[in-house]
């Protein structure tokens, strides 16, 4: 019996070089196939299930038994297919391949080179990791640090903070360099507002770089103080409150906002309660405007761009519960953080609104390449994904 599999080999007509591709079924020294990993390992970072629902699924596709059967009533099971036992504990060893893949030094290095625009966004959330602490093994609450492009929604770094001190978000800071982003070419510094990263900013020769406010943040700090004036003064009232700030934070120019922040000040700065409000809005106002300025090009009003991150990324964490120790988190976060930058956004169509990226991915925004021509007639382009990039 021939047990021999032909495998067709290309070659590049520009570099000279030559290369393979194995087809789907062969994964040397595993025992599943190379497109039953790739689709549970896409299935457990994008879809949300958990190991045990994802296998269950994927064991239902390989087996025809199980689901299998209630989606297609008519299909029978596979010869062979009481021998199939893939497990939960076998998609959580494929994810430690491939978190290790992705945290090679030689895989990180230059990751982003040329990429970065100049917009850092930064901010910190937290997850639950099995540790020990003082001798017993617990959930132990640990903080997660994200460095994104503000303007291409590009992840630089998604990792595990080792403490809550300024040493540990500034390592995650001075880290950059390691994936091509040099400290330089920083122009604008995008945040919650987070006293520390003043401190961090002068620490590292970088105080001269302007900061701006997150506006979901703004409105975050400011909403309570609303609810409580309406309450004292009246509904309308507190809707009047509300536009007044929002002229301040919407304005379409710096002179706009200067005459409205002059009016919210005339009109409320003498409130026992709305001044609290007109106290925020004074105090944030070069920061909360910083973009009308026009200094820095891509940079507009924003909600954060790592908001919008952690939305996607705590949905996906909140099935997890816990992370079986450290080295499993940071697994994770290196793969997540290559499944964000790879996943393209959605192609829509609506009236009211306008997608100017859709079907692209934040890598294609930031002007990153990341599609490859494959050898032979008709092939044409084939999309890379972050399966790809790590070699799976």
Request: hydrophobic share 40%; aromatic share 10%.
């Amino acid at each position: 019996m021939d047990l021999h599999a032909p495998i067709q080999r290309y070659l590049c007509l520009k570099c000279g070089r030559s290369w393979s591709e194995k087809p789907p079924w062969l994964m040397p020294r595993r025992w599943y196939g190379r497109d039953v990993i790739r689709k549970t390992l896409d299935l457990y970072v994008g879809c949300g299930p958990s190991w045990r629902a994802v296998v269950e699924l994927v064991r239902a596709e390989v087996t025809g038994m199980g689901r299998a059967l209630l989606w297609a009533p008519w299909r029978q099971p596979r010869q062979g297919a009481e021998r199939v036992k893939l497990s939960h504990t076998t998609g959580w060893r494929w994810l430690k391949m491939a978190g290790g893949r992705a945290t090679e030094p030689e895989r990180i290095e230059g990751r982003y080179q040329g990429l970065f625009g100049g917009i850092l966004s930064t901010d910190e959330t937290t997850i639950w990791v099995r540790g020990r602490v003082d001798g017993v093994r617990r959930k132990v609450e640990q903080g997660v640090q994200a460095l994104m492009d503000g303007a291409s929604r590009l992840i630089l770094a998604l990792r595990r903070l080792p403490g809550e001190s300024e040493e540990a978000l500034r390592a995650g800071v001075e880290r950059l360099p390691d994936v091509g982003v040099r400290l330089g070419e920083i122009r604008v510094w995008l945040s919650d507002g987070l006293a520390t990263y003043k401190a961090l900013l002068e620490m590292m020769d970088l105080g001269a770089v302007p900061r701006q406010r997150s506006v979901f943040h703004l409105w975050r700090n400011v909403l309570g103080v609303i609810r409580e004036y309406g309450g004292a003064r009246g509904e309308e009232a507190g809707k009047a409150l509300k536009a007044a700030i929002r002229a301040v934070w919407d304005a379409g120019s710096e002179r706009a906002a200067v005459v409205a922040l002059m009016e919210l000040v005339k009109v409320y700065g003498e409130d026992a309660i709305a001044g609290r409000a007109v106290w925020i809005v004074r105090t944030t106002f070069k920061e909360a405007t910083f973009h009308l300025k026009g200094m820095v090009e891509g940079l507009a009003r924003t909600s954060g761009v790592v908001e919008w991150l952690w939305r996607r990324y705590k949905r996906r964490v909140r099935l997890i519960e816990c992370f079986l120790g450290g080295p499993g988190a940071d697994h994770f976060l290196a793969v997540y953080e290559l499944y964000v930058n790879f996943e393209r956004y959605q192609v829509r169509r609506e009236r009211k609104r306008h997608y100017p990226y859709a079907g692209q991915c934040p890598l294609e925004i930031a002007g990153g390449q990341v599609e490859v021509a494959v050898g032979g007639p008709g092939n044409g382009i084939r999309v890379v994904s972050w399966l790809d990039a790590l070699g799976i």
